[in-house]
């Protein structure tokens, strides 16, 4: 049965590569990515998650090979919607292109500062089991985005600081599931938002998982129908997941990972309450 109310962006990798280094994941790997590799491996991901709910398309650009990230291209709840503000100057081009979608799609522009850094669902997520807004911040979005985007969204927001540089995106080290499960990887985060984490998510919920299975992206993980798409998961992660009621539905993303993407990168949910 499909979720007839969820909406995904995605945008296809008609121009993505590794032409610049803005994490660790890219260092080395600059014209590494092979295009009709990501491209099968991109469709792949496309489809299945087309089975679980409608997938809209933004156009891609050639000169933004990150612009596939769409999870980047700003945050959403109803009809707003914040554009984001990249920190690194070779993501700021793609700031007009996410604009123009936005606006084309008929969402309510919210204005957000232009000097306060802002990475949109890459750094905002929603949490699955109560009125929450999960905000990271230490590498990317800036420390005053948290306590801005509460003002503006009227949502309680728990600001989260990530330590490890390979985690520099909250999407990268934590996952909210349906029912207020959360998967995270601890290390990745300072002493303060790991007890904050733990103040927030009863035990029961917490889904921590090791570095081994934070490295392959387990927390870089969209959840639909309670279908979790990821680029890998040990069995260990995986059989916790069943056992949870979820199917983790493990998809490989090796082109994208060079560039410090896996399968929640690569969308933005549309419809979030
Ligand atoms: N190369 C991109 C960057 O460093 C990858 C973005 C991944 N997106 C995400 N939501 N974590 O910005």
Same mark, same amino acid.
């Given at each position: 049965m499909t979720d007839?109310?969820?909406?995904?962006?995605?945008?296809?990798?008609d121009?993505?590569g590794?032409?610049?280094v803005?994490?660790?994941?890219m260092?080395?790997?600059?014209?590494?990515?092979d295009?009709?590799?990501?491209?099968r491996?991109?469709?792949?991901l496309?489809?299945?998650?087309?089975r679980?709910?409608?997938?809209?398309?933004?156009?891609?650009q050639?000169?933004?090979p990150?612009?596939?990230?769409?999870a980047?291209?700003?945050?959403?709840?109803?009809?707003k919607?914040?554009v984001?503000?990249?920190?690194n100057?070779?993501?700021?081009?793609e700031?007009?292109?996410?604009?123009a979608?936005?606006?084309?799609?008929?969402?309510d522009?919210?204005?957000?500062?232009?000097?306060?850094?802002?990475?949109?669902?890459? +750094?905002? #997520?929603f949490? $699955? *089991?109560?009125?929450?807004?999960?905000? !990271?911040?230490?590498f990317?979005s800036?420390?005053?985005a948290?306590?801005l985007?509460?003002?503006m969204l009227?949502?309680?927001?728990?600001?989260?600081?990530?330590i490890?540089?390979?985690?520099?995106?909250?999407?990268?080290?934590?996952?909210?599931?349906?029912?207020?499960?959360v998967?995270?990887?601890?290390?990745?985060?300072d002493?303060?938002?790991r007890?904050?984490?733990?103040?927030?998510?009863?035990?029961?919920?917490?889904?921590?998982?090791?570095?081994n299975?934070?490295?392959?992206?387990?927390?870089?993980?969209?959840?639909?129908n309670r279908?979790?798409?990821?680029?890998?998961a040990?069995?260990?992660l995986? +059989?916790d #997941?069943?056992? $949870? *009621?979820?199917?983790?539905?493990v998809? !490989?993303l090796?082109?994208f990972?060079?560039?410090?993407?896996?399968?929640?990168?690569?969308?933005?949910?549309?419809?979030?309450?």
């Amino acid at each position: 049965m499909t979720d007839k109310t969820q909406k995904i962006l995605m945008c296809p990798p008609d121009h993505f590569g590794v032409n610049y280094v803005i994490n660790p994941w890219m260092e080395g790997q600059i014209g590494t990515a092979d295009l009709s590799y990501a491209k099968r491996q991109w469709q792949t991901l496309h489809d299945f998650i087309a089975r679980q709910c409608e997938v809209v398309l933004q156009p891609p650009q050639s000169g933004l090979p990150d612009l596939v990230f769409t999870a980047n291209a700003g945050l959403v709840l109803g009809n707003k919607a914040i554009v984001s503000r990249f920190r690194n100057t070779q993501r700021q081009g793609e700031e007009a292109h996410d604009r123009a979608w936005f606006a084309a799609n008929n969402f309510d522009i919210l204005d957000w500062p232009s000097d306060v850094p802002f990475e949109g669902a890459g +750094d905002a #997520l929603f949490d $699955r *089991g109560q009125d929450l807004l999960w905000v !990271g911040q230490g590498f990317r979005s800036d420390p005053t985005a948290p306590a801005l985007l509460e003002k503006m969204l009227g949502r309680k927001t728990v600001a989260l600081t990530l330590i490890d540089p390979r985690f520099y995106h909250l999407d990268t080290c934590l996952c909210p599931l349906q029912d207020g499960f959360v998967i995270y990887y601890p290390a990745a985060f300072d002493e303060i938002s790991r007890a904050a984490i733990e103040a927030h998510v009863p035990a029961d919920k917490r889904i921590p998982v090791g570095e081994n299975d934070a490295t392959q992206f387990c927390c870089n993980a969209v959840d639909i129908n309670r279908h979790v798409f990821l680029n890998g998961a040990s069995t260990d992660l995986q +059989d916790d #997941l069943r056992n $949870r *009621g979820f199917t983790p539905m493990v998809i !490989g993303l090796s082109e994208f990972m060079k560039a410090g993407g896996g399968a929640k990168c690569l969308t933005l949910k549309l419809v979030e309450a």
